[in-house]
């Protein structure tokens, strides 16, 4: 029987949507064996999620004859940019240092989140020097559903609501991170002035830059702050536009949880939002500057694909299930790893 060590192992997993729980389930349901266990004297490969400080245990075990496969998010950029706080700066240039250690000496295959992490990394340190392949990250489609999953499209639109929510999901919109939280102040102020527009936001937001915005803003702006991730699905169900606030993002799951509650996309054409969201399931515009330096976005043409997204809404919440269920979906994606990991190993 195969047996997977999937590595590293953090007690705190984030709740039901991380990775790490959902893909050792997905093994488990197709009679494989979980390990969490460098050391297991059985396992067949080892699944590394992006990095580890543990790289003696790595290295022994590559010298064991055990393959190691690299699972690769994007890279850290934003602290080069602007000021993200000393201790930040520090952990994000030393992950930067680990990830591209592993994928340099220490990984026999390796795993892109997408095709614009992919290139970047290739950009930044080099082609990779072993088999690698693109593999988009996935959502539970039972848990992340419409409500109405089963109905025609007039339906799913809705009457019109006396308010449109506009949301943003991210894990931290903090410190140096909060430009995409201004963007999206700015895109509901703008969007206020032709549609009834309430902006909700999810995730870490400092305190001060929170009272900044309520003082300032006109716009109707709700702060949720961290919430469980067992509360998002029914969150994004509430919504009927979802900003991806995040520039250069690699492969963001809060989009595509949006997508699968049929919640349509909205956001900068950077990073890989266009592999993630079709036409038939939102838009993506061009940035307008150089996103790389942070440099100021277009709003306006933000704004302009967002009014065309509100005033159509049924057939972009139908697409964005659509494509959720034909591209998304957590077996599909288990699938295509254990494809990968056991193609060349066993012949």
């Known amino acids: 029987m195969t047996r997977i060590c999937i590595y590293p192992r953090v007690e705190s997993m984030g709740g039901v949507g991380s990775f790490r729980l959902k893909f050792a389930e997905g093994l488990k349901s197709r009679g494989i064996e979980v390990s969490y266990d460098l050391n297991d004297p059985q396992l067949d490969f080892i699944l590394v999620l992006a990095g580890t400080k543990n790289l003696i245990g790595l290295y022994r075990a590559r010298k064991r004859g055990i393959p190691i496969i690299q699972r690769l998010d994007g890279i850290n950029w934003v602290q080069r940019k602007r000021w993200t706080g000393f201790r930040y700066h520090l952990r994000a240039e030393y992950g930067n240092a680990n990830l591209a250690f592993i994928r340099r000496f220490l990984a026999d295959k390796v795993v892109y989140q997408s095709e614009f992490t992919h290139q970047w990394w290739e950009d930044w340190y080099g082609e990779t020097r072993v088999p690698y392949t693109v593999i988009h990250n996935a959502v539970d489609l039972d848990m992340y559903k419409p409500v109405l999953q089963d109905a025609p499209a007039a339906v799913l639109g809705g009457d019109v609501p006396d308010k449109y929510r ?107 939002l266009s592999e993630l969201v079709p036409p038939i399931a939102g838009k993506t515009v061009p940035y307008g500057g150089d996103q790389w330096k942070l440099e100021e976005p277009d709003i306006s043409a933000l704004t302009e694909a967002a009014a065309k997204i509100i005033t159509n809404l049924a057939p972009y919440r139908v697409g964005a299930r659509q494509h959720a269920e034909e591209n998304l979906g957590l077996e599909m994606m288990v699938d295509k790893y254990l494809d990968f990991l056991l193609a060349q190993f066993s012949n």
């Open 166 to 272: 506009l949301l943003l999901v991210e894990g931290s919109l903090a410190g140096g991170l909060d430009s995409g939280l201004r963007w999206g102040v700015e895109l509901a102020e703008k969007l206020s002035k032709v549609f009834p527009i309430e902006l909700l936001v999810v995730g870490r937001v400092d305190e001060k830059r929170k009272s900044e915005i309520l003082s300032k803003t006109k716009a109707d702006v709700k702060f949720l702050g961290v919430v469980p991730r067992e509360e998002i699905p029914e969150i994004d169900r509430s919504a009927h536009l979802y900003f991806s606030a995040e520039v250069n993002p690699p492969c963001p799951n809060a989009v595509i949880e949006a997508l699968a509650c049929g919640l349509p996309v909205l956001g900068f054409d950077t990073g890989s």
